[in-house]
């Protein structure tokens, strides 16, 4: 059988796909563009009304595209909108995400040896450069008990929930044994990994096994809510010897403390401030990304000039801006004072233009610097330690480590 993913959305639902895949292998299937698939697999998110309409609008297109084609849908949209996502064309059957894993089982693939040694793609596994992948996403986590006044992701991913520190390691293991020097490490709420468990542990205890028991990989830790990087866990990235990549992704969302305190954001803007100076302070060079929504209901003229006050001065490398989304079922859908759609566009443009100004300044100051990377696509592009993506001249295989020294526009040579 020939089948084919679509993933939208985050991280966590790039790493389910990634297991999916592995799964549908192992029975024999083939991975093949969706044009050409016998089942596609569409791995749905919700974060806001236009990642809905992505979903149905790609479904449409393969039934489309593809008319003999059968549609598996699952992720989020199709959690929260069932029968929305069934009266599409060509849906099979809507799984929900505490049922994604187990949806090879639904595909009509019969079982097979899962690591078979014998011929053909029975049993074949996923290694670096399978379907242009060179970093492999790890999901150590899934679900929310955070019930931030604007997210519906609680509702469509349950509790939170961890993967045991053992299969971790284990999984880990597996991975660099198959090739791969990179591994970003994922969950939906991923600082509050290991709470749930019968025997509680925390995030920072993971990191500390994984250091010690799996050798020759670069571990990059996903999102993390700004109040689970601690100190500790910022200086055991900063004492690994590059085990942990100098990169971090603390979603602010706002900068006024009376939009976090309607966002149910449990922090303020100063705790986060000295969140971030932290970091620099100890690792010079990482890369700091942060999320920023616009238009919260209730957000006023001040509310968003907070933004541009704070934002530029920020040691912030990345921005990715979010205009408000209502989410039916949410906190926030029921507060009356909306903002108007031209408001947020215009906010959001305004944030876009201060994260690109931060993307140039985070990149001028790498400027003669050598960073460890690794190489990507057909050799000829590297990415940093400290996520920035280089081009550098011909020579290099795909998934190579390499120094390089950093110079202008984006380019780079060997050190």
Known sequence: ???????????????????????????????????????VIVNTCSVTASADQGA????????RE???????????????RPDE?????NL????????????????????????????GPCGASIGPGTRGRTAFTLRVQTGCDQHCSYCIIPTTRGRGRSVPIADVVRESSRVAEAGFKEIALTGV?????????????????????LQAAVRGVTFRISSLEPMDCTPDLVDLVAQSGGVFAPHFHLPLQHCSDRMLEAMRRPYTVRFYRDLVERIVDRLPHAAIGSDMIVGFPGETGDDFLANVEYLPRSPLSHLHVFPYSDRPG?????????????????????????????????????????RPGLTLEDGTAVVTDNY???????????????????????????A
């Open 330 to 370: 949410t906190a926030a859908s029921t507060i009356g004072e909306k903002v108007g759609g031209e408001v947020i566009r215009r906010r959001a443009a305004t944030l876009r233009e201060i994260g690109t100004a931060l993307a140039k300044r985070f990149r001028d100051r790498q400027i003669g610097t050598i």
């Open 388 to 414: 920035l993506k280089v081009k550098i001249p011909a020579g290099q295989g795909r998934n190579e480590r390499v120094s390089i020294r950093l110079l202008d526009a984006g380019a780079g040579v060997l």
């Open 85 to 89: 996502v069934a009266a599409l064309p």
């Open 66 to 80: 593809n008319p003999d084609v059968r549609i598996f849908a699952t992720g989020c949209y199709a959690t929260r």
């Open 189 to 209: 709420h991923l600082g509050s990994y290991g709470r749930d468990l019968d025997t509680p542990t925390s995030l920072i205890e993971l990191l500390i096994r």
């Open 56 to 63: 149905r609008q790609t479904i449409r297109r393969i039934a």
């Open 92 to 119: 099979v059957r809507v799984v929900r995400n505490d049922l994604k894993l187990e949806l090879a089982e639904y595909t009509g693939l019969s079982t097979a040896e899962r690591f078979s040694g014998g011929d």
């Open 1 to 39: 059988m020939k089948f084919s993913i679509i993933t939208f959305g985050c991280r966590v639902n790039q790493a389910d796909s990634l297991q999916l895949e592995q799964a549908l292998q192992s029975r024999g299937g083939e991975s093949v563009s969706s044009d050409a698939a016998d089942v």
